[in-house]
Each structure stands twice: as C-alpha cells, then as structure tokens.
C-alpha cells in the first residue's frame, strides 16, 4: 500500500493507495475513530459495480451504512440533486458523527462533499474515488461544491475529508473517454511543478494508457504534488491556486457547451493547451514548451482544439469565474516545463488572443 499524508495539522488526513482497498474501507474507517451510522453517496453505475463491496466492508467495521444515490452527470452537481441528500439523511436523523461517504467520480465527491461541509454546519466525510480524475485531482484539498447555471462550482465550502482510499483496480471498469479525461490532471502536476514527471509521461504514455504499473505510479505522483500544495496552502490563498492551470478556459467551454457534453478533463486538457499558447503569446515561454504540452496531451488521446465557441462568449463566461480579482481575468501560465506563473490577463489582450 503506498500511503501520503495532507499535513494539516489536528486535521491531517491519510490518502490510502492499494488494489483491492475497496474491501478494507470500513476497518480502514473504523481505525480513524468514525463509526455508527453512515451515509453513502454514490451513483446507479458506481453503486451497480462497488457498493456491495465497500457496504460489506462498512458492515465488517461496524458501520450502518445509508446509501443515497444520486443521478450520473456534471449536469446533476446541483442545490437540488444537494437537497434530495440532505432530505435521506434527515429522514435517518444522521447527527453531527455520522460520516458521509462519497463513493464515485467527481460529481459525487463534489456534491458529497458539499453536503457534508453544511449538513449540520459540518459532518465527517471520506473520499472513495472511482474515476482516474477524481483519484488524482477533485478526492484530495478539500474542495467541494454544486454548480450554478452560470458557473462551474461557484457554490461550495473548503471541507477536509477524514482520509482518502484510492483503488486503481476500479478503473478497469471506466469508460475509455473518461479514462484520458482523467489524464489531463495527471499532465497538469508535471506541467506545474515536475518536469521529470512530465518527462516520464512523455516516455510511458503507452504503459499508463494500458493501465501498465506506471500508472499507478502517475497516481501517486500526482497525489503526492497536490497534498504537498494543500498542506502549503489548504484555502488557496496564493500557491494552491496553481493547481488551477487550464481551468479558467476549460471551466468556460464546460459552461458554455453545457454540463456533461464535455467531460471535465477534456475542457482542462484544452484549457491547457491554450494556456501555453497564451503563455507563449505574452513571451513567457517559448514555442517548443508549449509543443510538448500539447503533444503530451494529444498523445494521451485528448483533445488540443478549442470548440467552435464565440470568443466574446468565452470571455463573459471566464469573468464570473471563481478566479476573477478585482474585475481582471486571472490564468494560470507556463514558463517552463515544471515552472508556472500567476498572471492577470485584460480583455484586450485576451480578445486579441481568442481572435486569432
């Protein structure tokens, strides 16, 4: 088992990596102290393939799990869907130790997430991701939220969860396009802070797109970046906010193509590379850098063209981002391979820019 550690203090949490490790949730559970009755948020697919499994688990660990699904979609992350679980959960009178446990990909854990940070001003919760995405990236730093129609996650609340069980066995059963929509993350932590990473998934792109050990591997490593930056900086108030790179773009095609027609990954893969491509447009970095990234990229099988979206549309989408300061756009930007930079960006520049 390869285990990391978020170091936050009284409020450190484990992220747990093993094959099979679906079946030791409830004493995994049990040994951090949560017990009683539970709540299980997951979808009909999810719940279909693991909820027998992680249920049985909870059971052997003296758990009393209620499971609530909810249904499968980006465009399902909202207040409502939110309400229907808050609705199961006071219908079983869950109290303030009762763990909520988000059993799925990225939409669950989001809005699972959520719910555990305002049920009751705040439960415990565990992150049990099934998608490669949310193994490596929505699982881990605490942040949860729902989706309002004009923006991606603009209703959420920062809220640890008490540990993390990632079984990369379960992505033998994820759909092929989610797979590699998962891998625009994975790319992501190589370009922000490790160019050996990078460097290694250039190398063993065939073996991590066959599920080859150095996936695992790539899981791990991206794991391991992104709990050192939540330890440095949990609610983003300056360095966690490079783990923004490609999502102020991909979060505008999101909205603007409508929740679910583009999977998440995919719009931060775009997102990327028209990052680098901005990047190299303000002279932070040269044309070669921002080849590689998207080479990388396309080569993992993701898309590297944006959609045929308005530009002016683009823009009024990006400016009722989470990211947006004092009126003015800011990106995430590339300077090197492994080196990025956090830059304000104006409308000119970025209309000159989507013109073209």
Not at 168 to 176: E, S, V, Y
Request: glycine share 12%; charged share 25%; hydrophobic share 45%.
């Amino acid at each position: 088992m390869r285990s990391i550690t978020v170091e936050l203090g009284g409020r450190s949490y484990p992220i747990m990596i093993e094959d099979g490790i679906l079946e030791q949730v409830g004493p995994a559970m049990a040994r951090l102290g949560l017990a009683g009755r539970c709540t299980v948020v997951t979808n009909p697919t999810v719940g279909g393939l693991y909820a027998e499994t992680v249920l049985r688990s909870m059971r052997e660990g003296g758990l009393e799990p209620l499971v609530v699904e909810i249904p499968d979609g980006e465009e399902y992350k909202t207040l409502d869907v939110a309400a229907t679980v808050y609705d199961r959960m006071i219908e079983a009178r869950m109290e303030r130790t009762s763990p909520v446990v988000a059993l799925g990909g990225g939409v669950v854990g989001d809005l699972a997430g959520f719910v555990a940070a305002t049920y009751l001003r705040g439960v415990p919760y565990v992150q049990v991701p099934t998608t490669l995405l949310a193994q490596v990236d929505s699982s881990v730093g605490g942040k949860t939220a729902v989706n309002h129609r004009l923006g991606k996650n603009l209703i959420g609340a920062f809220h640890q969860p008490a540990a993390v069980f990632i079984d990369p066995a379960a992505l033998a059963t994820l759909p092929r396009r989610d797979f590699r929509a998962g891998l625009a993350e994975v790319v992501k932590y190589g370009v922000i802070e490790d160019a050996r990473f990078f460097e290694f998934l250039e190398t063993n792109t065939d073996a991590i797109l066959g599920a080859a050990p150095e996936l695992e591997s790539a899981i791990a490593r991206s794991c391991e970046i992104k709990a050192r930056i939540v330890s440095c900086d949990e609610t983003e108030q300056g360095l966690r906010a490079v783990l923004n790179l490609g999502h102020t773009f991909g979060h505008a095609i999101e909205t603007l193509a409508g929740y679910g027609e583009v999977r998440h990954g995919e719009a931060v893969a775009v997102g990327m590379v028209m990052a680098a491509a901005l990047s190299v447009r303000l002279g932070l970095c040269d044309d070669g850098v921002a080849g590689r990234i998207r080479r990388l990229v396309g080569g993992l099988g993701l898309p590297v063209e944006r959609p045929p979206l308005p530009a002016g549309s683009i823009l009024d989408a990006m400016r009722v981002d989470k990211k947006v300061k004092a009126g003015r756009i800011r990106f995430v930007l590339v300077e090197d391979i492994g080196r990025v930079v956090i830059r304000e960006v104006d409308d000119a520049e970025l209309s000159d820019f989507l013109g073209h």
